[in-house]
């Protein structure tokens, strides 16, 4: 098969993949938006949406409560899918994930001080998320930076700010549960401010789509990147720092939220391949997808924390993925 031709198919195929995805978003929306405690018809959304008619209950149900939450979902799975892409690219690392880099146990150790202090939360916890960020970058580089080193600093910080959660749980009494259930994920409490800091952080990190061809030759690990002309000491903290204030966004908002940005860009790539400038796009529909998708069905169940099923079912389908992968090699 020649090149041109091969290249064709894969263009045709990550079209008819987006155009699924798309489709898919489409009718999950309407499906979260109509359905709940709540049943609404389209004509009630629509006037609730345009503001016509006199139903306030269906105007409240969507304004306030469904379509935050819905597009809050939305935004998280695609920030964190996208993060997931980026720091796998840079780290040249394929179990590379926004929580890589201490960005969860970070926020976790905000959140649960602010929970025994009275602070306030979200702030709380994006400050933590930064800052473990900021430990991070500080140890890589002064140890050398190169991804390995990275990688290693992320463990050792969030493994570091992991035992802190733990000493803040033993010592929070009876706040210990508001402790637990952030730390499970959950988007219940989502509001339109929420919706905005996170898709800041999507906007962000899908700039990241500019660097595409940079993307693709630092995933070759080594040193490809310098070789094929990437400017490595500038591209990859900028890019690393846009990818790690899309996934705080995320976790400071609605606690962790684990496998997304692991399990969302190997199932794209087995999908439509490696390159970053069509992977980068479909990620952020397939994280999206199923971000919101696991919320509408933990809504459905009772509020469970959506942290919880993410984690449940990401776990056995990754592993699922590392042995197809391994089987095909």
């Not at 090149?3 to 798309?22: E, N, V, W």
């Amino acid at each position: 098969m020649r090149i041109t031709d091969r290249i064709r198919q894969d263009r045709k195929r990550a079209f008819l993949c987006g155009s699924l995805l798309l489709v898919a978003l489409i009718a999950l929306f309407f499906w979260r938006i109509t359905s709940g405690d709540v049943d609404l018809s389209l004509s009630d959304v629509a006037g609730a949406l345009l503001g016509w008619g006199s139903n306030d209950q269906a105007h409240v149900i969507v304004r306030v409560v469904r379509l935050p939450r819905i597009m809050a979902s939305m935004g998280a799975g695609a920030s964190l899918a996208v993060s997931g892409v980026v720091l796998q690219a840079l780290l040249a690392n394929p179990l590379a994930e926004p929580y890589t880099l201490g960005i969860a146990s970070g926020a976790a150790f905000g959140a649960s001080l602010a929970i025994l202090s009275g602070w306030v939360v979200t702030i709380s916890a994006f400050a933590g998320a930064l800052v473990a960020l900021a430990l991070v970058m500080a140890i890589s580089w002064r140890s050398g930076g190169s991804t390995g080193h990275t990688v290693l600093a992320g463990i050792v910080v969030g493994s570091s700010l992991s035992a802190g959660v733990t000493l803040a749980k033993a010592l929070a009494g009876d706040k210990v549960a508001g402790i637990v259930f952030w730390l499970m994920g959950g988007f219940a409490g989502a509001s339109w401010g929420s919706v905005f800091w996170v898709w800041l952080g999507v906007l962000i990190v899908s700039s990241s789509l500019f660097f595409s061809s940079d993307l693709d030759a630092l995933s070759l690990g080594g040193n490809n990147g310098a070789v094929l002309g990437v400017d490595e000491r500038v591209l990859r903290p900028l890019l690393a720092v846009a990818a790690a204030f899309s996934a705080a966004s995320v976790v400071s908002f609605f606690g962790v939220i684990g496998f997304v940005g692991l399990v969302v860009p190997h199932l794209v790539r087995i999908s439509i391949g490696a390159s970053h400038r069509v992977l980068l796009p479909l990620s952020m529909l397939t994280g999206a997808l199923l971000l919101s998708g696991a919320d509408g069905i933990v809504r459905e169940l009772g509020e469970l924390p959506v942290g919880v099923l993410t984690s449940l079912v990401g776990g056995p389908f990754f592993c699922w993925i590392l042995i197809r992968e391994r089987g095909r090699g």
